[in-house]
């Protein structure tokens, strides 16, 4: 994403956010949340040097257009957007995702370091993932589900590794804070995902 749209992105986020705040006052805030799992190394330290790591960037993700709004989407089934009027993201959502995957694909892997192309921070990468989230809510049984197209390329390697997911994840209960848990253990399993193909282009190095 070139600089000058996310600068569209955000401002459109914030516009939307201040002419629905007028209509629904105190809305609710919600965050996805890093999900700690089994594949990820807990032990790894704390702080990792860029010098001769891997690194890895992961470029501004792509949202589907129906998702890039402050109000949470719960469905888009039934050819319908169903939009959750006074339960809002805390933050655009494309840079909550890149958030929350960089610190969980940073505990997968501990031999590289891990950036969002957003961030302060930036080096020259070794590794570059793509990500495009094409659906991010819950279908007509109630089960949140995530699309989601990948692309990882390497210095070293003339074609990138494309991927495409699909994650279904049942809600604990029903209500938002249940969806937006849901899609944490989603994006959670799409770190799981990334994680091993980010680790097949970085052996060819």
């Not at 700690?36 to 704390?46: I, N, R, T």
């Not at 989603?186 to 799981?192: C, E, I, N, P, T």
Request: hydrophobic share 50%; net charge neutral; proline share 5%.
């Amino acid at each position: 994403m070139t600089h000058s749209r996310q600068c569209f992105v955000l401002a459109a986020f914030w516009l939307t956010a201040l002419l629905v705040g007028c209509a629904s006052p105190d809305p609710k805030l919600y965050t996805i949340a890093a999900v700690a799992s089994a594949g990820a190394d807990q032990a790894s330290a704390m702080t990792k040097r860029i010098d001769g790591a891997n690194v890895v960037v992961l470029r501004q993700i792509g949202l589907a257009r129906y998702l890039e709004r402050p109000q949470i989407v719960r469905s888009s089934e039934n050819y319908q957007v169903d939009v959750l009027a006074n339960d809002w993201w805390g933050e655009p959502l494309a840079a909550m995702l890149s958030r929350v995957l960089v610190e969980e694909l940073g505990q997968h892997l501990p031999e590289s370091v891990v950036l969002g192309e957003s961030g302060a921070v930036s080096a020259a990468p070794d590794t570059v993932v793509e990500l495009n989230i094409s659906r991010l809510d819950l279908d007509a049984a109630g089960n949140l589900i995530l699309y989601a197209q990948a692309s990882v390329s390497s210095k070293a390697q003339d074609k990138p590794a494309l991927e495409s997911f699909r994650f279904s994840v049942r809600p604990s209960a029903p209500g938002v804070q249940a969806q937006v848990a849901a899609i944490s253990v989603a994006v959670g399993q799409l770190a799981d995902k990334l994680a091993p193909i980010i680790q097949a282009q970085a052996a060819r190095r």
